[in-house]
């Protein structure tokens, strides 16, 4: 159950969502779940394990959900331990008491586990391999995407998750809302404007205003103002064309490829952070 549970949790990690966890740590008496147990509740609403079912299954996985719906959980509490008396006269003690007549306490450990981001490099040019190196440093996943073969292959990026080369319309047919949100990012660096252009439109004509992946693009206030122009000729409300960011990166007065891939790393970590960046 142990492998199982894992693999289900690193599998929703890998499709964008959050997860909460719940595992027994100590069993004594008779009682249903035994150290060991676990039960993940994911940010989709879904739910996979035990900790042993019945009023304590319940009043688990309502803790999970309510850690859940705290965007910032992991980051703030971290988790936390509770411990809880399967008796119905457990009540006034310092446990959480269920109507239950096992007679059993359990101590279960509860904690949020956020995935780490996950960048789209849609350009494999000098800045988009600069930034594999930085994600690579930070534990991050990235894939790639671009037109040009010779800048999108497993010799260039290594370590990269997913490598695309084709045309935009090939790769934007293969994806949907659900299918995107593996992305935390989509940081268009192409090196003609048109594709990054066309790339843009087409994931905001995919996802809505709240769903990941965040869109960002290199570039001059120039450029997006026609980006934006385009966007919202092609029938995109501007509440959704504004959420893109461009241009991308803290203004750390970054010049070199390397500079400019530390500096829009760090605004990725400020947006996951919910850090303000000045």
């Not at 142990?2 to 719940?22: D, F, Q």
């Not at 935009?168 to 935390?184: A, I, K, M």
Request: charged share 25%.
């Amino acid at each position: 159950m142990t492998v199982a549970v894992l693999s289900w949790v690193i599998g929703r990690l890998e499709k964008g969502e959050r997860i909460a966890i719940a595992s027994v740590i100590e069993a004594q008496g008779s009682v249903p779940g035994k150290p060991g147990a676990r039960l993940a509740v994911s940010s989709g609403g879904d739910a996979f394990g035990t900790v042993g079912g019945a009023g304590l299954e319940l009043k688990v996985e309502l803790s999970l959900r309510e850690m859940l719906s705290e965007e910032d959980y992991a980051r703030k509490e971290g988790g936390k331990i509770e411990v809880f008396m399967l008796h119905k006269d457990g009540k006034g003690k310092e446990v959480t008491a269920l109507d239950s007549l096992c007679g059993g306490r359990v101590t279960v450990s509860m904690e949020v586990i956020d995935p780490v981001p996950h960048i789209l490099i849609a350009g494999g040019g000098h800045v988009g391999e600069s930034l594999g190196v930085v994600c690579d440093s930070l534990g991050w996943r990235h894939s790639v995407f671009d037109v040009r073969e010779e800048y999108s292959n497993r010799e260039r990026f290594p370590d990269s998750n997913e490598v695309f080369s084709g045309s935009v319309s090939d790769f934007l047919t293969n994806e949907d809302r659900e299918s995107l949100t593996r992305f935390s990012d989509v940081l268009l660096l192409g090196h003609d404007w048109s594709i990054d252009e066309e790339m843009m439109i087409g994931l905001l004509q995919i996802r809505n205003e709240l769903s990941r992946p965040r869109i960002g693009a290199i570039g001059s206030k120039t450029k997006w103002a026609s980006f934006r122009k385009a966007a919202i000729n092609s029938g995109i409300p501007e509440t959704r064309v504004d959420s893109v960011r461009c241009p991308i990166g803290l203004d750390i007065g970054a010049d070199s490829p390397e500079e400019i891939a530390v500096a829009v790393c760090a605004e990725v970590l400020s947006l996951e952070r919910g850090v303000r960046s000045s």
